[in-house]
């Protein structure tokens, strides 16, 4: 070096690796050549010399000495590495080592030459147990004997002695780098706080590489990496992440990406987030991914909707929900800034609808300030809640159908009981953020604030055309759920399936309308048998999410009094659909033809005569409307008529003289 001072590392630890490798090489010459003078002696003299100065020139460990130290490589086997590096360093180096094998076809390094050329030599250097092979230091080609077979350096190891730094491509597409750090609210930073105490106590207790697993639960994915990310941040350590879908299933498979994981984390420190959050309903999936967690050390997160079970290791579980309404609050203002004002006070009542996570209020705020950008003379207010109502959508969108209200309450003939209390189901969603929160009557009581109702009334009465007046009165989705669909005969299948269904539901505060409530909520029998006691959980499950859940959920029956009155008692309001009489049949036909349709002679009080209800009004109408237009003519008395027989044939009844008399 002569004299020189190299300050920086990258240079320093070339030249400290070129002195440790002349060593080697020169170990391996002496060998060739059989000679021992003072020529010899003076050379590894000033080989020793150079790679003394080459130490005293690094401003930290160089990379041979951090491998060596952390892998725990004897001299020998430092040396084999190095004999390995040399091959790739040195164009010439294959020759040496078939001059030191004397043999032209071994121009590669193999254990054979090691032990007979390098110091300190061992057998037990070659073991599979041992670091070299264990932690994949080297790679054993094929040959006839194992000590003959050639060696070769790991690629991932061989550029991290020449100090470049990069994730093994063998874990590229599987393990990923994760920095979602972001900022966090108060109730999930005291949630980085614990976990951060947890490893740190853990690690100083035991100083051993396995420590618990972190496993964070809930429905927002994008909460839990940002969790895991800033408790990474403030340990000061990597974070990466793998789907539970690429964890692989072949036992081989799996320990060569342990082994890849885990020497990465030495090489270069970091934590792994294996993301669970799928379905776990498929039981070999499920037993690969515990094998995993099970053997890989060091900081380990899993995230999960659920708790995952079953695993031999110890495990602690933190449960991560939305924010608190307090932290949604000042989430949006902090997000709106200078558009809050405009709100007029409004912020209180998309909390209160709307049970968001930041990373989704932010982005409802970026589409809804992209619309505003348009059209600045929009109402914010409405922007932002249809925002809301988008962002909520996707993950109930798989599990039930979403009814796009397309009616008022124009549309809607009830008597004025039922209408009042329509109104008034509007007014508790409405109102919910002043009574609830403001008035306190949720701090008195926190169980029972979910807005429940029961439509009851026969086929075609009105009860789903209800739900849709109600949605589009108040500017929210409405999503159907068929529960005769839902409810499976297979033991905890129903609430697995209703669970799914509440979840989704409860970002987006959505109303949910659950149809033929009978299939479900029957009268509750005697236990007879496992059956019997399920059947009950089932229900017990049902009344318990719909008091808790924060938005409005309708059940239909066509048979009130098929329902249990245990479960009665639980619903909020009851509003019955009667089959209308003749006036409100009237009144039906009279709104039931949209305003572009052209008609002649359509007389309501006599179209009044049929008796059916609603349901089937629309049926006789849209009908004549097509039968209308296919002769081109405006819809008429005789198309409608001709649309009734149509309609009564489904239904298997005739048509009566005090029905249609008088018609044409």
Not at 387 to 404: G, H, N, S, V, Y
Not at 450 to 476: N, P
Request: charged share 20%.
């Amino acid at each position: 070096m002569n004299g020189t001072t190299i300050h920086n590392w990258f240079d320093a630890n070339q030249f400290y690796l070129s002195a440790a490798s002349a060593l080697v090489r020169y170990e391996i010459e002496k060998y060739t050549v059989k000679s021992q003078d003072e020529t010899d002696q003076e050379q590894e003299n000033a080989l020793l010399q150079a790679l003394q100065e080459a130490t005293v020139a690094m401003p930290e460990a160089a990379a041979l000495d951090k491998v060596c130290r952390i892998f725990g490589l004897s001299n020998f086997e430092s040396n084999i590495l190095l004999m390995c590096a040399c091959m790739e360093f040195s164009g010439d180096f294959g020759g040496l080592c078939a001059a030191a094998q004397g043999d032209t076809q071994r121009a590669y390094p193999t254990f054979s030459l090691a032990l007979a050329a390098l110091r300190d030599a061992h057998w037990d250097a070659i073991a599979p147990h041992a670091p070299l092979r264990h932690w994949r230091l080297i790679e054993m080609g094929e040959g006839r004997a194992l000590t003959l077979c050639p060696l070769r350096i790991d690629e991932r190891i061989l550029h991290y002695l020449v100090g470049t730094e990069y994730i093994d491509e063998r874990l590229v597409g599987i393990i990923e780098p994760l920095s979602e750090v972001g900022n966090l609210t108060p109730s999930h930073s005291q949630l980085v706080e614990q976990i951060s105490l947890l490893w740190t106590h853990a690690k100083e207790v035991s100083g051993a590489p396995t420590l618990p697993i972190v496993q964070l639960c809930g429905l927002e994915p994008t909460t839990k990496r940002a969790i895991a990310a800033n408790v990474c941040k403030k340990l000061g350590v990597d974070l990466s992440i793998i789907p539970a879908q690429l964890v692989p299933s072949a036992q081989g498979e799996m320990e060569v990406l342990i082994r890849l994981w885990e020497r990465e984390t030495i090489l270069s420190g970091g934590a792994l987030l294996v993301d669970y959050d799928i379905d776990t309903t498929d039981q070999a999936r499920s037993s690969s991914v515990r094998r995993f967690i099970e053997r890989v050390n060091g900081f380990l997160f899993v995230t999960s909707r659920e708790r995952v079970s079953n695993v031999q290791r110890p495990i602690v579980s933190y449960d991560v929900h939305k924010p608190t309404t307090e932290e949604q609050t000042a989430l949006w203002q902090g997000t709106l800034a200078d558009l809050a004002p405009q709100l007029n006070g409004q912020v209180n009542r998309l909390v209160a609808q709307f049970n968001l996570s930041p990373s989704t209020i932010r982005a409802a705020y970026t589409e809804a300030a992209g619309k505003l950008s348009q059209s600045p003379e929009k109402d914010l207010v409405n922007i932002l809640w249809d925002a809301c109502r988008m962002q909520a959508r996707p993950r109930l969108d798989e599990l039930a159908q979403r009814i796009t209200p397309t009616v008022n309450w124009q549309d809607l003939v009830l008597p004025t009981a039922q209408q009042q209390m329509l109104h008034e189901i509007a007014a508790h969603v409405r109102q919910r953020a002043i009574v609830y929160q403001s008035w306190g009557f949720a701090a008195k009581n926190a169980r029972g604030l979910g807005i429940s109702a029961l439509f009851a009334g026969t086929s075609g009465t009105g009860k789903t055309l209800a739900a849709e007046v109600l949605a589009s009165e108040l500017r929210l989705d409405v999503y159907r759920i068929d529960l005769s669909s839902v409810v499976s005969k297979y033991i905890g299948e129903t609430e697995k399936n209703l669970r799914q269904v509440f979840d989704a539901a409860e970002e987006g505060g959505v109303i949910l309308l659950f149809d033929e409530a009978d299939a479900l909520f029957g009268k509750r029998s005697d236990v007879k048998d496992s059956h019997d006691r399920h059947a009950n959980i089932e229900v017990s499950y049902l009344l318990q999410r719909m008091e808790c859940y924060p938005g409005l959920a309708i059940l239909t029956t066509n048979l009130k009094s098929s329902l249990d009155t245990a479960f009665m008692r639980r619903i909020r309001f009851v509003v019955q659909f009667p089959f209308p009489d003749t006036a409100q049949r009237a009144e039906i036909w009279r709104r039931i033809f949209p305003k572009n349709t052209p008609t002649e002679g359509l007389n309501a009080t006599k179209l009044a005569q049929l008796s059916v209800s609603g349901g089937n009004i629309r049926n006789i109408a849209l009908n004549a409307a097509f039968l209308a237009a296919d002769a081109e003519e405006p819809v008429q008395m005789k198309h409608v008529l001709h649309a009734a027989r149509t309609e009564y044939t489904k239904l298997e009844k005739s048509l009566t003289d005090s029905e249609i008399g008088g018609w044409i």
